[in-house]
């Protein structure tokens, strides 16, 4: 039996840009191990993340500058490649291309001349003529190509659950999370809040005053952790972003938070298709909040939920690489 083959991601993550295009690339890499080898090239890497990336089996190579000679320099002869990131345009593309190598671009963004051969967008209703391509690129487009691990599966509802999960993001630069712990504290119904704060999180010493009988602050989870959390919620308020695929993959009511720009797009989407009970686009106010809170029903959203997103995505991108490699 032959080796597997090595994917090579290139992406970075820290306490500025968040954690989002390590942990998309993460649950891709989680879809296509062990039939592929899979390593991680980022520009200065925290201890912490190369820790939770040797724990999945990925291996790190730390990139001493984000210039694309340094990383071209470290591939070998027609490497597959999957790039992650906003700083990744046309140029680094094409000396990318012109190296040999064969390129799968993560995008969300829609914007400049792409070169890749691959680019998968698991934003909904996105089509071609959005992009400029050429004529070779294939593209993965919407719900059937979520970036979703496979531990996330259709659950059965909590609605007696005492639990509410609240998850903004890895950095969470605004701390929004600290504002929203507190209104939900708040509320008459004494929920337990669950408040996942990623390891790029400054915020953390924030949270010290907030009652810590109905408050836990949780870090540092593994997938298998965040999929069980979300099992246990009765309902949660997240960031338009995986996160909120990897809960409506599994079935529960949340509140959406747009938390960056580039999730209009998701935002929109949950909205229009009432996957979510609501969306904000900013911090809305205490009054506003607590409103919304107050029509939440035990099953809202799942039924679309379901329809969206089944959990197969990792058959179709195990298909979709083993293509790639196939000559």
Known sequence: MSAPKTIFFRMDGGPQIGLGHIMRCLALAEMLM???????????????IIRLLTQKGVSVLPLATQDVAEFLA????????????YHFGETCQRRIKAAGHTLVFIDDLM?????????????????????????????????VYALVNPVFQPKPLQPESPYVL?????????????????????????????????????????F?????????????????????EMEACRYAILSCS?????????????????????????????AKEKLAVHI??????????REVLATIRPDQGVAAQ??????????????????????
């Open 34 to 48: 062990p039939g592929f080898t899979c390593t991680f090239c980022i520009h200065q890497p925290a201890e912490a």
């Open 74 to 85: 470290l591939l070998p002869a027609n490497s597959l490649i999957v790039l992650d990131g």
């Open 111 to 143: 914007t400049g001349h792409q070169v890749a051969d691959v680019i998968i967008n698991h934003t909904p209703g996105i089509t071609a003529d959005r992009y400029q391509a050429e004529p070779y690129t294939r593209f993965c487009f919407g719900t």
């Open 166 to 206: 609240l998850n903004l993001g890895g950095a969470d630069p605004q701390n929004m999370s600290r504002q929203l712990a507190e209104w939900l504290l708040q509320l008459p119904d004494q929920l337990v809040i669950r408040v996942v704060l990623g390891s790029a999180n400054v915020h953390v010493p924030t």
């Open 208 to 228: 010290a005053c907030l009652p810590a009988d109905r408050m836990l602050i949780l870090q540092n989870l593994s997938v298998e952790d965040m999929a069980r």
């Open 242 to 270: 995986t996160v909120s695929y990897e809960l409506a993959t599994i079935g529960r009511p949340f509140i959406g938070m747009q938390t960056a720009g580039n999730q209009h797009y998701l935002a929109d989407f949950f």
């Open 280 to 289: 904000f686009t900013e911090l809305p106010d205490a009054a506003c909040f």
């Open 306 to 327: 379901r329809r969206f997103l089944d959990g197969r995505s990792a058959e179709r991108f195990r298909a979709l690489f083993d293509h790639l490699t196939a000559n």
